[in-house]
């Protein structure tokens, strides 16, 4: 422990409090300036908050961990109280300063309640007092039984859990495991500091195990960087797409398409931030224990590691899988393993006909819309060489270039023209 102290706030006029939040002068404790802020009634209930004055300002970086008691008294007779304690550590951090309330410590009313031990009330003559004892604590050098338990963890990451199963967590704070991998990529546990009584299972990643290696993790990082780093020069040559269409993507990395399920915020350079409900690409599943390596459907360049449970495992793309069966007819055929990456630009058009009786129309050709593809303008020309109406009737589809102006200039291209009858593709 590294102090505890007692303070009391004495209040001369309870009636003329006024209805929104009474704040104390402040006081030390552990070199510490706290306050003690008071509702006196609030539907009822009086309501009181402990607040770390100046947090921010002159404890930059730091964490304090403690433990107090609230208590309010007969303003003349010490035995005459009553207190409620929160015996689970507290934790002040730079992101949760504001303070720890304690709602609905006391009906109010049950403030001028005369008690038949002491024949006495809290509030006597309009005055009473306030009570505070607070012990403050060092984690890491002086609470023996955490360091000493292998069981108790740090939180790396922060966690929003998406139902009442699963246990939120808050970076650098102390976390007792009870069971470790009780479903995979999952442990189950609760907080040290705040209400222990709170349990659920959290994504076994994001706490780090008293015997961690750091060497054998860094190392291991390098080698990851090395990848992304590899991935990402090539990345040009990964897809070919209509832009923000997550359905008109074909990829040649063998990568698996996944919804992401939590919001995960990365703490070092190789890790991917990624958000609930985007698309991801995974190119390794087990690049290592609990993370994948993948990158931003949309966004391709940004690519990175995450926890493999906060994403869905494989969804199987039939569009997907169309355009790719389109693609493998050039490259099984015509492009060489040696052309795949020397500078080929790739992309993919659809044309939908809604009726193609209607579409005819009694005419001999029909152009589809200007379309964008390979840096170039085009469009695709259907000609008839007479209604169709028996079996072997046929008709004329050309692609044509819009971009080429004269003789002189000429592109190198291959295509596969496909035509399929009412096919709808889901993801």
């Known amino acids: ?71 309010i008294r007969n303003p003349n ?27 609905q410590f006391l009906k109010e ?21 306030v009570s505070i004892y607070i012990q403050v604590y060092d984690i890491k050098d002086e609470v023996d039984e955490i360091e000493e338990d292998e069981n108790v963890v740090n939180v790396m ?64 990082t390098e080698k990851i960087k090395e990848k992304i780093a590899k991935y990402s020069s090539s ?26 399920l939590y919001d995960f915020s990365g703490e070092a350079p190789e890790e991917l931030s990624i958000q609930k409900g985007m698309y991801l690409r995974v190119t390794d599943w087990n690049i290592k224990e609990g993370w994948s390596l993948g990158y931003k459907v949309l966004d391709n360049k940004k690519r990175g590691i995450f926890p493999t449970v906060f994403v869905t495992g494989k969804i199987i793309d039939k569009r997907e899988q169309y355009m790719k069966e389109i693609r493998n007819l050039l490259t099984t055929e015509y492009i060489k393993e040696e052309e795949e990456d020397n500078g080929i630009i790739e992309n993919f058009y659809e044309w939908k006909i809604r009726s193609f009786g209607d579409f005819q129309n009694g005419t001999k050709k029909r152009d589809s819309v200007k379309f964008k593809a390979c840096d170039n303008q085009w469009k695709l020309e259907i000609v008839f060489d007479k209604k169709l109406e028996k079996e072997n009737d046929y008709f004329s589809v050309f692609l044509k270039n819009l971009s080429i102006l004269n003789d002189e200039e000429y592109i190198n291209a291959k295509f596969v023209l496909e035509i399929d009858d009412n096919i709808k593709w889901k993801i």
Not at 112 to 128: G, M, P, R, V, W
Not at 193 to 219: H, M, Q
Not at 236 to 259: A, C, R
């Open 1 to 71: 422990m590294k102090e505890e102290n007692f303070y009391e706030l004495p209040i001369e006029n309870w009636s003329k409090l006024t209805e929104d939040w009474n704040i104390s002068s402040s006081f030390n404790i552990g070199n510490y300036d706290w306050c003690i802020k008071l509702i006196p009634n609030n539907g009822g209930y009086t309501f009181l908050k402990l607040y770390n004055y100046g947090f921010l300002e002159k404890y930059n970086n730091e964490s304090i961990y403690f433990k107090y008691v609230f208590s």
């Open 77 to 103: 007779d010490y035995s005459c109280f009553i207190m409620k304690p929160l015996e689970t550590f507290q934790h002040f951090t730079n992101d949760n300063h504001f303070g720890i309330i304690y709602d």
């Open 109 to 129: 009313s049950d403030l001028f309640k005369i008690t038949e031990s002491q024949n006495k009330s809290l509030i006597e003559s309009d005055k009473t007092v």
């Open 157 to 220: 990451y922060d966690f929003n859990g998406n139902d009442q199963n699963e246990l939120d967590l808050y970076k650098d704070r102390p976390l007792k495991v009870l069971e470790w991998n009780i479903q995979e990529g999952w442990s189950y546990g609760y907080h040290i500091i705040g209400d222990n009584k709170i349990k659920g299972l959290f994504p076994t990643v994001l706490v780090r195990k008293n015997n961690f290696n750091i060497e054998e993790d860094l190392s291991l």
């Open 235 to 260: 990345s040009s040559s990964s897809l070919f797409m209509l832009p923000s269409k997550i359905s008109q993507q074909v990829y040649k990395d063998n990568s698996d398409l996944v919804l992401v």
